[in-house]
């Protein structure tokens, strides 16, 4: 019995095939450029974005990813820093060189300023076009 478990945990262990990346291989002069979106105002939605975020990180490494997190619609709460729990997750990914973005449009509309935003977070005018715009430069867009 204990020769048929070992035996297939290790058919297990080869049925994993690792990762072929496509070329260019991802490195520091050709990183991987990357977007998320966070529309939502659900806590499980934002924690989601942003561990997804963290995983790509930790897969590819920091310094081999350009990535920028767009927040708009309800998603702008996820860039407020009376959000202390999402602020700090928000500011962890800052310190690995992610982008936040607000939209201004959304912040107009729901009447918040700057200075209510996570410190170093980007205003654009609309969050949906940054997002056609990072795509048409052949960033990859994931919606997790």
């Known amino acids: 019995m204990r020769k048929f478990v070992v035996l297939l945990l290790l058919m297990v262990y080869t049925l994993q095939a690792e990762t072929i990346f496509a070329e260019p291989k991802p490195d520091i002069l050709e990183p991987r450029k990357i977007v998320f979106s966070i529309k939502s105002a659900k806590d499980e939605d934002i924690h989601h974005v942003l561990s997804s975020a963290n995983n790509v990180l930790k897969f590819y490494g920091p310094e081999k990813v350009n990535m920028k997190i767009i927040a ?18 928000v500011n962890a990914l800052m310190q690995l060189e992610v982008e936040f973005v607000a939209c201004g ?6 009447n918040i300023k700057e200075e209510d935003l996570v410190d ?3 205003v654009v005018t609309a969050g949906i076009v940054e997002i056609v715009e990072r795509v048409k430069e ?6 997790p």
């Open 120 to 122: 170093d977070t980007e």
């Open 72 to 89: 708009y619609y309800h998603g702008i709460r996820a860039l407020l820093k009376k959000e202390n729990e999402i602020a700090q997750r």
């Open 138 to 143: 052949g960033w990859i867009y994931i919606i």
């Open 105 to 110: 449009n959304t912040m107009q509309t729901k």
